[in-house]
């Protein structure tokens, strides 16, 4: 299946509103040198994400090597041209959230483009909010910031879990010095420099991610070998050892939470 190509109307605003290159890096990392890298969509047409993720959120695309990104305030869009084996919801990740300064008019470019707005509705503390689907199933929570100076931002990932919440929050939290905190009304969410990691209960058991539209998600880790180390000894088990990868500029290494979802960890997408 291919994507439909989005219309002048997204590209126009974010040509008026597009952030500068400074504001697009990822955000300092924390005192275990560890920040918030990427999200990775198994996407069926990479030309039409491109031109989604620079038209509606203002990204700027990167390509290095095989690799391409669209680069965004505090995050990295990496995307593989892979038919995903489902969509977001139903996956350990079930969706990710975005800030944009003006819901309406941001509702009302994706509407204009043929992209499909799943709900609308008032948040926990009274802001305009909304869910939005992006092609191959990826879904999106958007919520208004008035004063946010970049047409989007990335301010969390969503994941469900057919475990214990609390549990998990806390095993991302020991693991990536994450700084526990109740969202709103959500009980078990941790911070890491960039983005806010929020847990809640799965009815059903989620599927795991690998494979799905949203297939992993990414840590960025200063001396990343010296981390894997120091994880192995803890007792992580990686299904992709650390190794770098000079085509890509990027030291990688791979495990599983213990709810399924698939996690990269990184070094070098600070330099993207």
């Known amino acids: 299946m291919r994507i439909a190509h989005f219309g002048l109307t997204g590209l126009v605003g974010a040509m008026l509103v597009a952030p ?10 924390n005192d275990a040198g560890i920040t918030w890298g990427h999200i990775h969509l198994n996407v069926s047409d990479v030309e039409a994400h491109k031109r989604l993720w620079t038209e509606h959120f203002g990204g700027t695309v990167v390509q290095k ?12 869009m990496a995307l593989r041209e892979q ?23 941001f509702l009302a470019r994706w509407r204009a483009d043929g992209l499909n707005v799943e709900a609308e509705f008032e948040g926990y503390d009274g802001r305009p ?8 199933g990826i879904r999106v929570e958007l919520q208004e910031v008035p004063t946010l100076a970049v047409p989007a931002a990335p301010y969390h990932v969503h994941i469900y879990t057919a475990g214990d919440p609390e549990a998990l929050r ?16 959500i009980q078990f969410t941790a911070d890491v420099p960039g983005m806010n990691l929020s847990v809640n209960p799965a009815e059903e058991a989620p599927a ?6 949203v297939d992993h998600i990414g840590f960025e880790v200063d001396d990343l070998e010296a981390f ?23 030291g990688i290494a791979f495990f599983t939470d213990p709810s399924g979802v698939l996690i990269e960890l990184t070094e070098g997408f600070d330099k993207y």
Do not use: K, N
């Open 65 to 76: 090597g095989s690799l391409v990104t669209v680069r965004l305030p505090g995050t990295i």
């Open 228 to 250: 894997c180390a120091a994880l192995e000894a803890r007792g992580i088990e990686f299904s992709l050892a650390y190794r770098e990868i000079d085509s890509i500029e990027l």
């Open 170 to 185: 806390d095993w991302y939290a020991d693991l990536f010095s994450m700084t526990p905190r109740v969202r709103g009304s």
């Open 83 to 105: 038919e995903p084996t489902g969509g977001s919801r139903g996956s350990g990740v079930d969706h990710f959230g975005f800030s944009v300064p003006d819901l309406q008019a």
């Open 208 to 213: 795991p991610t690998r494979g799905r539209a």
């Open 20 to 29: 500068s290159s400074g504001a697009a890096q990822l955000a300092p990392p």
């Open 129 to 136: 909010q909304a869910y939005v689907s992006v092609p191959d």
